[in-house]
């Protein structure tokens, strides 16, 4: 079946612009005084996850100047700079952290729009150190707006999110799994579609049922809504993803 990557660029920066429209949505919904309750990322509240978003954001237009220029621009500076970054914009006032989004989701937006067919193809290194062609920045943010607007705790669900997305998101996860060295006994069954995907080929023992959304969610660390193991009973935690 089609993935996100499969897709031409014009029907991957469609998708992108939904889930930024859809997490734009989500956002203005929220209050100004209720920026300091928590989302569903542990330790997080909603100023921190908007700032971070909004700095996404910028880190994506610094591999796009990259691969348009080809002067190495990283994403951030170090880790700690990203860290410290977010933090910093976690204290801004609501408008201010509002109009930060605001710029920087223009700003990608008019440095994808001006891409040129060489850009795209152009290699840049994200902040976990892979080498990846520019194009890359459309996944990278498509999956951080989707799953995003869904830590916001407002409306949003796995639901909302196309399918193409959570069928190019959950076997990320379970390579991302398989790569770290944890999870190989497990197996994702789509229940909707029957499709099947171990994390350790041949070593799995646990399988956790459920349709795609609630995979992704359970995968994601989001909850274990509407997934079960084989037997009827509650899935465990999953690894860490990210």
């Known amino acids: 079946m089609t993935n996100f990557h499969d897709l031409p660029i014009e029907e991957r920066l469609s998708l992108v612009r939904r889930g930024t429209a859809h997490y734009s949505g989500q956002l203005a919904l929220i209050d100004n005084e209720d920026f300091q309750r928590p989302t569903l990322l542990e330790g997080w509240n909603v100023a921190?996850?908007?700032?971070?978003v909004a700095y996404n954001?910028?880190?994506?237009c610094n591999l796009m100047h990259w691969a348009e220029t080809g002067e190495e621009t990283p994403m951030y500076a170090s880790p700690t700079a990203r860290n410290e970054e977010i933090a910093r914009g976690a204290t801004l006032r609501p408008d201010a952290i509002r109009n930060l989004h605001d710029h920087t989701l223009v700003r990608l937006d008019v440095a994808w729009r001006d891409a040129t067919e060489q850009a795209w193809q152009a290699e840049v290194r994200t902040a976990q150190g892979r080498t990846v062609p520019a194009s890359e920045t459309l996944w990278m943010r498509a999956r951080e707006v989707w799953i995003h607007a869904v830590d916001l705790k407002v409306k949003a669900a796995f639901e909302d999110i196309p399918e193409v997305i959570l069928r190019t998101l959950l076997p990320e996860i379970a390579g991302k799994w398989r790569s770290g060295g944890v999870g190989s006994e497990l197996a994702l069954v789509d229940a909707s579609s029957g499709n099947r995907i171990e994390v350790s080929p041949g070593s799995a023992t646990v399988e956790v049922h459920g349709d795609l959304?609630?995979?992704?969610r359970w995968a994601t660390g989001r909850g274990g809504e509407g997934v079960r193991l084989a037997d009827g009973s509650a899935a465990p935690e999953p690894p860490r993803w990210l």
């Open 48 to 52: 921190t996850l908007a700032a971070h």
């Open 57 to 60: 954001a910028n880190a994506l």
């Open 213 to 216: 959304p609630g995979l992704v």
